[in-house]
């Protein structure tokens, strides 16, 4: 079974408005964290927001909130006043806590958001 | 400042050759990773290292070698044996604990 599900292969969001991007994930551990990082079109892969699976609260990094439901397994980010310098691929990641001394993550397959003026 | 640099930015490779990829970090990070990315696809784990000459391979290391000589440096060669080379190819860096990787900037590999 895939760890990480990013079931949007591709999206369009028009410039100033909020979008939703999807991430389910499958682990038996207690303790993990869930990332999000993006990736524009030059390769570059940059850390967004991070929620860790004991966290209390939604994780918010700016124009970045992280909408975690852990019962649904899903930790979907929201990027509010999309910009049109927001068009990249997304990717959610998951470290998980046992039996992972090396701190590797599990990629999903990614979703595409392109912004319209 | 801080970060991680990849070389070359692109590398081409004929049939039957080796190459070897470069991936420094000034960021005093002990644990080091090398994904490779294909087209349309999420990351997937070649090698990681959590300590100086010390590797373990990840879900895809056929075909590739690393070596840890230095905190510093993580090169990584694609031998001959990696049938179908051409990728992106991402090294990482991170503390412990519940740290996000830090990223290069990548290198394209393909072949002539």
């Known amino acids: 079974a895939q760890k990480i599900t990013q079931t949007q292969p591709g999206m369009f969001v028009q410039e100033k408005e909020a979008v939703t991007l999807d991430c389910t994930y499958d682990?038996?551990?207690?303790?993990?964290?869930l990332f999000w990082y993006k990736q524009p079109s030059s390769g570059e892969m940059i850390f967004l927001i991070y929620?860790?699976?004991?966290?209390?609260q939604n994780a918010t990094e700016g124009r970045y909130s992280l909408n975690f439901q852990k019962a649904r397994k899903s930790a979907n980010l929201v990027i509010s006043a999309s910009q049109l310098g927001d068009s990249a691929m997304y990717f959610c990641?998951?470290?998980?806590?046992?039996?992972?001394?090396?701190?590797?993550?599990?990629f999903g397959g990614g979703t595409r958001l392109m912004v319209k003026p | 400042d801080g970060g991680i640099t990849q070389s070359p930015k692109y590398l081409f490779r004929k049939e039957g050759q080796n190459v070897t990829l470069s991936c420094e970090q000034n960021?005093?990070?002990?644990?080091m990773y090398w994904y490779r990315q294909d087209p349309g696809q999420g990351l997937r784990l070649i090698y990681y290292?959590?300590?100086?000459?010390?590797?373990q391979k990840g879900d895809i290391a056929e075909g590739y070698s690393v070596s840890r000589e230095k905190k510093e440096s993580f090169p990584l060669t694609v031998t001959s044996a990696q049938k179908n080379p051409t990728a992106f190819y991402l090294c990482?860096?991170?503390?412990?604990?519940?740290?996000?990787?830090?990223f290069g900037d990548g290198t394209r590999l393909s072949i002539l």
């Open positions: 990482a860096s991170t503390d412990p604990g519940l740290q996000p990787q830090h």
């Open positions: 682990t038996s551990d207690q303790s993990y964290g």
């Open positions: 929620q860790g699976s004991y966290d209390e």
């Open positions: 990641a998951m470290r998980e806590g046992l039996n992972n001394a090396g701190n590797m993550l599990t």
């Open positions: 960021l005093n990070h002990d644990a």
């Open positions: 290292s959590q300590i100086v000459n010390d590797f």
